[in-house]
């Protein structure tokens, strides 16, 4: 059977989900996106997914056609029709299509564009949460607002191929001589300490979901966290490394630019807080 997609409040099988050419967010990628995490059927997260695409949304003076109500129904819609026990669920809205390509935003007369769709994926026992990934340091050369959770992520698609290109699994990326985040995904070292450090939230990086709630488990189990900037030097030298997202939830990091990690093993406070991470949230 074909997937099921939601488009503009019909739910249609994939081959039929069509937009237009003069979709903005096709022609100039005016368009903000979330991706939420399913295990066992159940979203993992939504309310802070939903907040921040209601900043996304503010931020670009984008209106938010949705009810949080109605999207919590899309969503669970999309689960059943599709049976997904676990994956993830994708949505993009976008500014609408005008009947032309004039760069100035469309009248509010023009509908947005809502698309969702499911993704079957493994996401509590994918063997890089066991194994650990390899990461590469690459230039950040995205634009100056990374805190806005938009479809232009070809610089991202850029930093990821070119890791894969060498034969590592992803990238980090540097600004001015700091690491930001990954290519889609928030950074953390543990130094020698156990201090769990990550970048703090600026127009640099994007306000993980996922990185929240690290913060928030991290203060809960009594373990000391910093939110500032570290470098490339001192990230190499560290007791661990992991990245975050909905997509991977917690990936420790075993190597970067080649250089091991913990010797090469999964470090043990990235593997616990993963575990907590899943016990928590499959209990709400």
Known sequence: MSDIVYLDSHFVPKEQAK?????????????????????DGQLIDFNGHFQRLQRSCKELGLSLPITKELLVDVHHELIEKNNLHEGLIYLQITRGADSSRFFDFPSSSV???????????????????????????????????????????????????????????????IKDGYITEGSSSNFFIVNRDNEIITRPLSQDILPGITRQAIIQLAQEEGLKITERRFTLDEAKKAKEAFISSATTLIWPVISIDNEDINQGAVGHLSQRLRDIYLDKALKK
């Open 19 to 39: 937009i237009s050419v003069f979709d903005r967010g096709f022609l100039f990628a005016d368009a903000v996106y979330e991706v939420t995490a399913v295990i």
């Open 111 to 173: 509908p947005s564009t809502i698309v969702a769709f499911v993704q079957h994926s493994t996401v509590v026992n994918h063997p890089n949460a066991k194994k650990g990934i390899s990461v590469i340091s690459v230039e950040d050369i995205r634009w100056q607002r990374c805190d806005i959770k938009t479809v232009a992520l070809l610089a991202a698609c850029l930093a990821k191929h070119h890791a894969h290109q060498q034969g590592a699994d992803d990238a980090i990326l």
